[in-house]
């Protein structure tokens, strides 16, 4: 004979014996005698049971939730479904994130990340497993546990102390004025500096921002003598600067925040061989048109060799610069470009010290020897402060390279490297505790996803590519 027995408590041990009534017969039928088995025990297994865990990793648009559980059965009655639901209310928890992985152990942990999530907000959430309970799947489930999302950093309104930003605390720079360009949505700073051929322009945009005020779009120290910038400086984040592929304008015109003259460069660059190159790029800009239109100011661009650079090596890591922009409020990519007027190249070498030039109406237009990027990726803290960061510098002579690759050991060196040639100190305000080594870096496999890489010349030797 057997039994079935039923509302058991879990983990409880259980004492048994099983009897038998034999009852009399005939004159007997009163009377009747049990007979008892000996006394067994057994234990239930102990409950399946999920616990909701604490939050990590937050940031202002994303957290990793945990959970953890014991006594569930695995193997031909695994888990089904394993899973958090979460809300902005403990009573409303409106949203599912399931767990990808396996359960194979009868006990152990498991944690999704949450995306997309709404910055400074408090959100709730709970683990739920759906377990085999001996005859059909349950769902068991955790406490509600909650979590708030980091603020949104802001962005440095004082453009001139923005991490990215070289030092110019040499140049005694000097609000000049500042005014708008609507036809740009540009707010536009002028600075003057000791050199009076020299100006800082600091350019911004509202429309398409993220933030409340006005957001950077990019600075530009300009230089009369040579009728093009000597660097720009601009960040890549898809957060403070969405791509929305606002298309290219093309409509060049002279910068509204600089008030020296003959801002026009090499007017007929292309049939000299030459280009308007960008030092920040169309392509980066493009959350719309206006903001676009603001890298159309001949401030923004130098004579660049056309063929097999500008449209080669030169493409190629601006396309690279995009495809390694971050996402997110935490992590900023930092990118300082600029010429050098070394002298005269050839075959990837400083032939000459003398500077060529090329004609442009009344002008004799300097050409550039050399175009660099300098870039560092910064990981930044709650309060928007770099606390690890990474970087890398490319160099390239102005002239056609027609073989290997833009990462070539010819192109890459340090931000130090580049800081010593051009006299500038970049990426000034990143705290020097990560700095150093981000700037005396010269591997470029975190930037391009290449392991590969030849020794990288010394920084004072010209003879070399990119020098």
């Known amino acids: 004979m057997s039994a079935t027995l039923s509302g058991l408590s879990a983990n409880?041990?259980?004492?048994?014996?099983?009897?038998?009534?034999?009852?009399?017969?005939?004159?007997h039928s009163s009377e009747s005698d049990t007979f008892y088995g000996d006394v067994y025990s057994f234990t239930t297994s102990a409950a399946s049971t999920v616990t909701t865990g604490s939050a990590s990793n937050k940031t202002s648009s994303s957290a990793t939730v945990s959970a953890s559980y014991a006594n569930v059965v695995v193997g031909n009655?695994?888990?089904?479904?394993?899973?958090?639901?979460?809300?902005?209310?403990?009573?409303?928890?409106?949203?599912?994130?399931?767990?990808?992985?396996?359960?194979?152990?009868?006990?152990?942990?498991?944690?999704?990340?949450?995306?997309?999530l709404n910055a400074n907000t408090t959100y709730y959430?709970?683990?739920?497993?759906?377990?085999?309970?001996?005859?059909?799947?349950?769902?068991?489930?955790?406490?509600?546990?909650?979590?708030t999302t980091d603020a949104v950093p802001q962005l440095n309104t004082n453009y001139l102390e923005d991490y990215g930003m070289p030092d110019v605390s040499g140049l005694n720079t000097s609000l000049r004025q500042s005014g708008t360009y609507s036809d740009?949505?540009?707010?536009?700073y002028s600075y003057n500096t000791s050199n009076n051929k020299r100006q800082i322009a600091v350019h911004t945009y509202t429309t398409g921002s993220p933030t409340s005020s006005e957001t950077l779009n990019y600075v530009v120290l300009y230089d009369e003598t040579k009728y093009a910038p000597v660097w720009t400086y601009h960040v890549m984040n898809t957060y403070y600067w969405p791509d929305n592929n606002a298309g290219r304008n093309d409509s060049w015109t002279d910068d509204p925040a600089i008030s020296l003259t003959q801002q026009g460069g090499l007017d007929n660059a292309?049939?000299?061989?030459?280009?308007?190159?960008?030092?920040?790029?169309?392509?980066?800009?493009?959350?719309?048109?206006?903001?676009?239109?603001?890298?159309?100011y001949h401030s923004n661009q130098a004579?660049?060799?056309?063929?097999?650079?500008?449209?080669?090596?030169?493409?190629?890591?601006?396309?690279?610069?995009?495809?390694?922009?971050?996402?997110g409020t935490t992590t900023m990519l930092y990118v300082i470009t600029g010429v050098l007027y070394e002298g005269t190249v050839s075959n990837n070498q400083v032939t000459s010290s003398t500077v060529p030039t090329k004609s442009s109406g009344s002008l004799s237009v300097p050409i550039p020897s050399h175009f660099y990027k300098c870039i560092m990726k910064c990981t930044l803290n709650g309060s928007g402060e770099p606390t690890s960061a990474q970087g890398i510098a490319f160099i390239y002579t102005n002239e056609a390279h027609t073989s290997g690759s833009y990462y070539d050991s010819t192109y890459v060196t340090s931000i130090d490297a580049i800081e010593t040639r051009a006299g500038f100190d970049f990426f000034a305000n990143v705290p020097t505790s990560v700095q150093n080594s981000a700037e005396s870096n010269t591997s470029h496999t975190w930037f391009t996803g290449v392991s590969s890489q030849n020794s990288i010349p010394g920084v004072n030797d010209k003879s070399w590519g990119s020098f």
């Open 77 to 116: 009655y695994a888990p089904q479904d394993v899973y958090f639901k979460y809300g902005t209310s403990s009573g409303n928890l409106n949203q599912t994130a399931y767990y990808t992985g396996s359960i194979t152990s009868a006990s152990g942990s498991f944690s999704v990340n949450l995306e997309s």
């Open 125 to 147: 959430y709970k683990a739920y497993m759906e377990v085999w309970n001996g005859s059909e799947y349950v769902d068991i489930s955790g406490s509600v546990q909650n979590f």
């Open 303 to 327: 004579p660049q060799w056309q063929n097999s650079f500008n449209s080669g090596f030169w493409s190629t890591l601006e396309g690279r610069v995009k495809t390694m922009t971050p996402s």
């Open 184 to 188: 740009r949505d540009d707010k536009w």
């Open 12 to 27: 409880t041990t259980y004492y048994y014996k099983a009897f038998v009534t034999v009852s009399g017969t005939g004159d």
């Open 270 to 296: 292309s049939t000299v061989g030459y280009s308007r190159g960008h030092l920040v790029a169309s392509d980066y800009r493009q959350t719309n048109v206006k903001q676009n239109k603001q890298t159309f």
